[in-house]
């Protein structure tokens, strides 16, 4: 029997013994890896059959050579700051809930009709600096992804009722990039993981402020995607932030040694907690970074994570535009 035959074949025992319960189980059971890894998660519960039939799925490399200027993208507007909450290590990621009585942090504008509420920010990361990130810039990636779940309030009572929603998420993403110094803010995540190394391990987090924990930056990228974790649901609006996070190599590394597993198996690290990349399936990428002309051609787009660029009318992608009416419809 093939590998392949006998992962379907697992898959289907496992399926047909938990039929019966309660389908949460799942939730411990997936990984990214495996018999239980991202290709396989569409046929461990038919809930997150999206995961491996859905064609507006998450994360992508986003192209600079495809990109498409928007102008009526705005920037995106973040009322409140301060949050407290719990960090969680439960076996796939560390995730920071946000606590009910918690301030709120409010998302609207940019791309975005309604107002969102934030409710988690998960951390991915690799073993290696060249492969943490689960969206990548032209084939690039970064040491870790930061992602920031915030929740429609405006039609949703509530996260698990909005992401199954429609327009149910958005979900802002900063990557990191390894520099001399360490990064303050992130550093109150890292101080809390250290009590979180181990799956269940469960800590307090007060005060860590958003505002400090985003880059200096108007511009990203948005597009319409999933979530990148069971069930994939296709109601995810993502942001993602033109200018990266820098931290010290030593955070990086801080990750590392975070498990996916209890104490009694300290050896299961979690780095690796990466869906593979997506097929965009002629989904349109839009961002409000206005440059790119033939003569500088893609190269200040390409490098749209490292820095921000003084922008000139000379290299733009901005165009004229202006409405012209059919000839067929002319008075004779």
Known sequence: MDITRLHLFLTSL???????QDTSIWEDWWSYEGISGPAYWGLLNIDWALCNKGRNQSPINIDPKTLLFDPSLGPIVIEGDRIHGHLYNNGHDITLRVANNSHKVNVTEGPLSYKYVVQQIRVHFHTEDDLGSEHTIDGKSFPAEIQIFAYNTDLYNNMSTAKRS????TIIALFAQISERPHSEFGVLLKAMNKTKYKGDVTPVRGLQLSRLLPSTDNYVTY??????????ETV??????KPIHVSKK???SLRVLNQATRDNPRMLMAGNIRPQM???????R?????????????RVGQMMQSDRTQSR???????????????????
């Open 224 to 233: 319409e995607g999933s979530m990148t974790h069971p069930g994939c649901f």
């Open 314 to 332: 000379s290299c733009s992608m901005g165009k004229d535009m202006f409405y012209k009416v059919n000839d067929r419809f002319k008075e004779p």
């Open 14 to 20: 496992l399926t047909n013994v938990i039929t019966a």
């Open 237 to 242: 609006t993502w942001l993602v932030l033109n």
């Open 287 to 299: 961002t409000n970074i206005n440059f790119v002309c033939p003569a500088c051609e893609t190269s």
């Open 166 to 169: 429609p327009r149910g998420l």
């Open 251 to 253: 955070q990086i590394e």
């Open 279 to 285: 097929p965009l399936n002629q989904r349109t990428v």
